[in-house]
């Protein structure tokens, strides 16, 4: 008679428990239908009716800068609202609470939706960036490295904005204010259109916000090969500000 082994389980290395979470936080967005129509659908579709369609009065050139910016919406839709919005209900529901008491614990968490917002937005690149040439537009290959540190601080600033209102208010809230904020971004941010096509105060504004310098800084990378150095800087500067915000008032129960 073979007896039950008493012997202590030990928890997984802290790399295969994260990895687990990537891969669950990924799978709990792709199938989700909200998720993926706000993430992947809804900027696909955006990236074919600017290029392809009179809905806006765009010049040629206006049409070859919408597929950075639609790359930097893909990036708000990813690291913000879809974050925020999944945060918020799993802290009403307790999952956080309850995540953060298992061997993977808050650090892993954490870390866990930061991997799956990076593997989320590699897809996203690779599929918005394959229509968009499939469209006609041809990126300098030089400004790459510059749009690839746009979109780590671009991630880093509206991943920190997400947890913040995930944190600190109820879930409820979080999914009129994250949807609401993504229109408004949309609309008058900056973000996949250039400022200058923007009303005069929104011009003025735009390339001091996250979205706007985000959309500026992939706009210039991929249009012109240059640094963009000054839209870097605002976009450090937010990631900074609003992950020390986030990791301040951020609340797991």
């Known amino acids: 008679m073979t007896g039950v082994s008493t012997a202590p389980r030990t928890a997984a290395p802290l790399r295969r428990r994260v990895g687990a979470q990537v891969l669950l936080e990924t799978r709990t967005v792709l199938r989700n239908g909200e998720q993926l129509l706000l993430t992947l659908v809804l900027p696909v579709l955006l990236l074919v009716v600017l290029t392809r369609t009179d809905l806006l009065d765009l010049t040629a050139g206006d049409r070859m800068l919408v597929a950075p910016g639609v790359l930097a919406l893909a990036v708000v839709s990813t690291a913000f609202t879809s974050q925020a919005i999944t945060t918020a209900f799993d802290r009403r529901n307790g999952v956080l609470r309850l995540l953060a008491t298992t061997p993977l614990g808050r650090g892993g968490l954490v870390a866990g939706k930061v991997g799956a917002v990076l593997l989320l937005e ?9 229509v968009a040439v499939g469209l006609g537009w041809r990126p300098d290959p ?11 601080l671009g991630t880093a600033a509206f991943a920190s904005l997400g947890m913040l209102l995930a944190g600190v208010l109820r879930a409820e809230a979080v999914l009129a204010v994250a949807n609401l904020l993504w229109v408004l971004l949309l609309a008058g941010g900056g973000l996949v259109l250039p400022p200058d096509l923007l009303p005069g105060p929104l011009a003025a504004l735009a390339p001091w916000q996250p979205a706007g310098a985000l959309g500026e800084a992939l706009r210039t990378a991929l249009t012109t090969g240059t640094v963009p150095v000054g839209a870097l800087l605002v976009l450090a500067g937010w990631a900074a500000l609003l992950g020390a915000a986030a990791a301040h008032w951020f609340r797991w129960d």
């Not at 030089?142 to 780590?152: E, K, Q, R, T, Y």
């Open 142 to 152: 030089s400004g790459i490295p510059a749009a690839a540190l746009a979109l780590v």
């Open 122 to 130: 590699v897809g996203q690149v690779a599929v918005l960036g394959a």
